[in-house]
C-alpha cells in the first residue's frame, strides 16, 4: 500500500496517477484487519498535496458471530485524504506545513503510505457481527454441538417445555415462550 510519488510531486497540479490493486497483501495484516486489498486508489496532484481516492475492498478475517467458525469478510472501504509531503520535493528541506497537522502525510522519501487510512476506515466499515452464512444456527448453549451439522441430543428436551407447564401459561407466556424456542 505504498506509492513512490516522487514524479507525481514534481507533476503541475491536477496530474493523475491511477493503480489497481489486485489481491495485494495488506501490511495492516498483522492488526488483525486486511488480508488482501483489491481495488482502485487514484492519486491527484494538489497544490499542496497529494489528494487519495481509494475504492478497496478489503478481506478481513474474523470469527463467525454465532458458531465461531474462521470466516473471510469483505469490506468496502472508500475514503478520500490528502496527503501532505513532509520535505520540499525540490531541496529536501523540511516543511513545517506537514508538520504542525495532524493529518496523513507523504514521508521524507516521497512514499505515499495508504495503509493507516485503509486500517482506520476499514474499522469503521467493519460488521457488529461477521456471520459465516446469514441464516447460521449457532451453536447450542447446552453442549457447544455446531448446529449447522444437525440438531444435537439435548436439543428436543431444551426446546419442549413438559406438559404440565405448557398447560399452565397464559396467551403472553406462551408467545414468549415460541420467541425463546427460535
Ligand atoms: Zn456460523
Ligand atoms: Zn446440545
Redesign the pocket.
Known sequence: MRFDVTALLRAPVGSVQTYRLEGEPSASGAAGLGKQVTGSVSLLRTGEGILATAHLQVRVAES?G??L?PVSVPLEVDFQEEYLPTVDHETGSRLAVAEAGDGFVIDDRQVLDLTEAVRQYGLAAQPLQA???PD?K?LCPACGQDL?RGPCSCDAEATEPPMHAVARVTADESKTGNIRRE
Open positions: 463467525c454465532r458458531c467458525k456471520l459465516c452464512r447460521c449457532g449447522n
